[in-house]
């Protein structure tokens, strides 16, 4: 390839990137976000998939879907409930759009 490499400025939020609506593209960033933080704080506590499932309350294969980023099996309120239930605070901060 010898042609010039075009490059796009991204905005912060991968998939308003790659084509969901503005609302979609929030929603899934914000459960992304604590998918993430969830499975850094089990990882960290050295917990098997077994101990941090029964932590949380949820069965194993559920844990699995977690860790493997299954965004779409799990709510925005479901991983409010998980991340409280991991020991962390949730907060949230809204702010008039740009």
């Known amino acids: ?5 075009k490059m796009v400025v991204g905005s912060n939020n ?3 990137d790659i084509g969901f609506s503005e609302d979609e593209a929030q929603n ?3 459960r992304t ?3 993430i933080a969830i499975e850094r704080c089990l990882r960290k506590a050295g917990l098997s998939q077994t ?8 069965a194993q ?3 699995s879907d977690l860790f493997r980023h299954r965004i779409e099996r799990f709510s925005l309120d479901a991983l409010v409930v998980l ?3 991991a020991g962390l605070s949730v907060r949230m901060s809204v702010k008039k759009a740009a």
């Open 1 to 5: 390839m010898s042609g010039k490499v």
């Open 14 to 16: 991968v998939f308003r």
């Open 28 to 30: 899934l960033l914000l």
């Open 33 to 35: 976000d604590l998918m």
């Open 51 to 58: 101990e941090a499932a029964k932590k949380l309350g949820i």
């Open 61 to 63: 294969p559920r844990l």
């Open 83 to 85: 991340a409280a239930k």
